[in-house]
């Protein structure tokens, strides 16, 4: 005998799942070169089926850890359990949507895009040659399913936003929410920038401590550029998670990374990344002029290079990651009109590619402890030995110059009492000691600056070293 309750039709992107698979299966193509971006906006500018049907040759989406809603599916599993039907229906590519459906295994049939474009009023005529002239349920989330929603016996709208919701009502539609739950949009977002590695640029405020500088406008305007910087770094981090979308789903720890959990959808991610970017450049260029902003301009290139190719290139990488770290130094020197001098620019590219292979030998510390194998770096786990070695390296080499420095006639001609720098040496090699001591045992995140501001050791060590630092001026 056949149901009398009416079937439950549910669309994927945005409803089900918080994240899109076809702005996924975009950012996969352009992973795998840049230019592809221009291969898009080829295929789109000839329709939208064209689009996906053409993006569907060339990439199949890693769908095995797509995220879903918990919540919904566990209401939709109690509607089955009731004696509705479901339906999985939705505009993706049926190819793409298949394998989700089968991992599920909850949905009685899928009705997906195939020969055309299945959204809108074509998405309902789907549905309503499917239920055969039977009232039927609808969960969609945005505006393109008011058509579908105008004509269900019971239309819910899942995580809508205030534009649907408007839209919806000036159509005549009355909405049943699903309100899915989560963190704040504030929360999530403050995770998506990664507010915490804003403390990385505070390097930007180190020309003026060495130059003893005491003028509250540069200090101003440098407090300024410091936001500036954070901004376009936030964008740049966001774009990273972006591009590292699927990797980070497999990794233990970055899965719960908001655009990899599903907490913050591709969409709003791109959505906020682009006014991060805008807000910091304007910022940069309205509060310490030109010159700065051409280094975050740099900066910024630098980074996209990073996750485009670098990242994936031994010993590149944390080069690169030292340099980043390092420009951060240039760029406040130039923000500030303080000439850098060789010595602080020596000091910081050995110290930050010593915390640069911290970070990697972390990582493999950490997955051989999963006993998940290393991929996307270019490392392999009989690396870590020489890694190790050129981390240490690298921090001793600091805080050798740091003592040539002390030693030297700029060091004599800036300090008054320059002996007092001298305790400053063992308490660096100690808390360089340390940190890798950490890594060996485990106990080191991945990475070390986060490590380093939750630390109260680090902390003790920073005040004693600015202690010494005053008593030498």
Not at 166 to 192: M, P, Y
Request: hydrophobic residues 55%; positive net charge.
């Amino acid at each position: 005998m056949p149901s009398t309750r009416p079937p439950v039709y549910v669309d994927l992107d945005g409803t089900l799942s918080p994240s899109d698979l076809l702005l996924e299966a975009c950012l996969q193509l352009v992973r795998l070169r840049f230019l592809n971006v221009f291969l898009l906006i080829a295929w789109a500018l000839k329709g939208a089926w064209y689009f996906k049907s053409k993006l569907a040759t060339c990439i199949q989406p890693d769908t095995e850890l797509f995220p879903i809603r918990a919540g919904l599916l566990d209401e939709l599993v109690a509607l089955k359990a009731e004696g509705h039907r479901l339906v999985l229906a939705t505009a993706s590519v049926e190819s793409w949507v298949l394998p989700i459906a089968a991992r599920l295994g909850s949905f009685d049939a899928v009705i997906a895009s195939r020969t055309s474009n299945l959204k809108g009023v074509r998405k309902l005529r789907a549905i309503e040659s499917d239920a055969g002239g039977q009232p039927f349920v609808y969960y969609g989330d945005s505006a393109a399913d008011i058509p579908v929603w105008k004509a269900a016996q019971r239309p819910v709208a899942v995580a809508p936003s205030w534009r649907t919701r408007l839209k919806a009502k000036a159509a005549g539609v009355q909405l049943e929410v699903f309100q899915a739950k989560g963190d704040t949009a504030f929360k999530v977002i403050s995770r998506a920038m990664r507010v915490q590695q804003w403390a990385k640029n505070a390097l930007l405020f180190l020309p003026l401590v060495a130059a003893h500088q005491l003028n509250a406008h540069l200090w101003l305007q440098m407090l300024m550029g410091f936001v500036a910087f954070g901004l376009v770094a936030s964008a740049t981090y966001i774009w990273n998670d972006l591009m590292d979308l699927v990797p980070d789903r497999h990794h233990p720890r970055k899965r719960l990374r908001p655009m990899a959990s599903g907490a913050l959808a591709p969409a709003s991610a791109l959505l906020l990344m682009f006014f991060l970017a805008l807000a910091g450049f304007a910022l940069s260029l309205l509060a310490a002029g030109g010159a700065f902003t051409s280094v975050l301009f740099a900066y910024t290139a630098l980074t996209l290079l990073y996750t485009f190719r670098l990242k994936r290139v031994p010993f590149v990488d944390v080069l690169t990651l030292a340099l980043l770290y390092t420009v951060r130094v240039i760029a406040g020197g130039l923000a500030t009109g303080i000439e850098v001098s060789s010595w602080l620019l020596a000091i910081s590219l050995f110290v930050f590619l010593s915390l640069a292979l911290v970070k990697r030998c972390a990582e493999l510390e950490f997955l051989q402890f999963e006993g998940v194998e290393p991929s996307g770096r270019g490392y392999r786990m009989s690396d870590f030995g020489y890694l190790v070695s050129m981390g240490i390296s690298s921090g001793f080499v600091a805080v050798l110059v740091l003592a040539l420095y002390v030693d030297s006639q700029n060091g004599s001609m800036l300090y008054h009492q320059p002996k007092f720098l001298w305790g400053i040496c063992p308490i660096f090699l100690y808390w360089l000691m340390r940190i890798w001591i950490l890594t060996s045992r485990r106990e080191m995140i991945d990475d070390p600056v986060h490590f380093a501001i939750h630390d109260r050791v680090s902390w003790l060590v920073l005040v004693c070293m600015v202690v010494l630092a005053a008593l030498a001026v």
